[in-house]
């Protein structure tokens, strides 16, 4: 934190023009050694190669954004009610950035916030998840190849048991001007107190919940396709996967037998580095137990097992990708987000049903749903208590675009021309006596 706070006062001082020219020379190191870094991901997370490259992609395309994004950092000048003044706003650096980020996307999580910050003028404290570090390490590198100075962009790998204490530190100390944090909304509630005792800026990516909708007009076979795409992307240890499908009933059967068949046909689960893998196994033990919780759960409770339903063969850390039908909103798949290769499928009745049950959570991140009608369209997109709305598309998140969630999934958005003013803050200059 101390060498961030040294640094800062000339990192932010220096012309946007060069801030931008170094984050885009980090980012033609990082297209210059993506296999290597895809590599890492996959080696310390589990994912497959392919989605792993997509990371890295996606990840080096938020420091390009950012990169042009520091020279668009406009102030105002506001017409004064006095003939003697003149009134300005300028927008500076918050200061150091306190940057804690999780394991299912080790690169991607890291670049979304450090691209923004180092854009503004800030300096950063980055805290990657325990279990992947490797990463953030490897962004360090990149960052001091391209000339990113020392102090600017700083790694503080932990252990599991020192994460809490860690994450305390960077709350409390009053160098640390600004917390941006992406995981789960218990962790996030605790970091919000400890900032609240400096008064701190927060930004918050919290946990989902995501419904994904097929209503009766819906082209059933895009529906399928999306729903794979959203539900088992990562092994469905992504915030904004799916995790309640609710199919309106004239078209559920159809849609359960054509999911249930592009699951078996589609889905690979393997070693992520076999080029035909799809699924890898999960982060840990304990989130395989999770599912399996959930699975049991809802079986005791009358839902049915269409495909999967259990650990898969190669190791204790693989599960085979789940389908579950007669699944009712008493069960706790639908009630917590599972983060796992589970899509439990509710049938609804009514438009009105459907977005009862999608709202009648306390988290709002990111939702789908498939519809043809244009009027329904326009409803339900409005009606639905989320950040993000995916809308006949299963994959949503760009880098152009604002990303961000509402209710107990967070504050504050991340990429697009917003995500840059979570570094900056407002200044008021009134200029008299002219």
Known sequence: VRAAHEAGAAWGR?????????????????????????????AENGKPLKEAQGEIMYSASFLEWFAEEARRIYGDVIPASAKDRRVLVLKQPVGVAAIITPWNFPSAMITRKVGAALAAGCTVVVKPAEDTPLSALALGELANQAG??????????????????????????????KISFTGSTATGKILLKHAAGTVKRVSMELGGHAPFIVFDSANVDRAVAGALASKYRNSGQTCV???????????HDEFVEKFAKAIEKELHVGNGFDAKTT????????????????????????????????????????????????????????????FGPLAPVIR???????????????????????????????????????????????????????????????????????????????????????
Not at 148 to 173: F, H, K, M, W
Not at 241 to 251: E, H, S
Not at 285 to 307: F, L, M, N
Request: aromatic share 8%; with cysteine; charged share 25%.
């Open 14 to 42: 220096l012309p946007a023009k060069e801030r931008s020219a170094r984050l885009r020379r980090w980012y033609e190191l990082m297209m210059e050694n993506k296999e290597e870094l895809a590599r890492i991901i996959t």
């Open 148 to 177: 990113i100075p020392a102090g600017v962009y700083n790694v503080v790998p932990c252990s599991r048991q020192q994460t809490a204490a860690v994450g305390e530190v960077l709350c409390t100390d009053p160098l640390v001007s």
């Open 241 to 251: 996967c799916t995790n309640r499908f609710l199919v309106q009933k004239g078209i």
């Open 279 to 338: 699924q890898g196994p999960l982060i840990n033990e304990k989130a395989v137990e999770k599912v399996e919780k959930h699975i049991k759960d809802a079986v005791a409770q009358g839902a049915s097992i269409v495909t999967g339903g259990k650990r898969h063969s190669l190791g204790k850390n693989f599960f085979e990708p789940t389908l579950l039908s007669n699944v009712t909103t008493k069960m706790l798949c639908t009630q917590e987000e599972t």
């Open 348 to 434: 609804f009745e009514t438009e009105a049903e459907a977005v009862a049950i999608a709202n009648a959570v306390n988290v709002g991140l990111a939702g789908y749903f498939y519809s043809q009608d244009p009027a329904q369209i326009w409803r339900v997109a409005e009606q639905l208590e989320l950040g993000m709305v995916g809308v006949n598309e299963g994959i949503i998140s760009s880098v152009e675009c604002p990303f961000g969630g509402v209710k107990e999934s967070g504050l504050g958005r991340e990429g697009s021309k917003y995500g840059i003013d979570e570094y900056l803050e407002m200044k008021y200059v009134c200029f008299g006596g002219l």
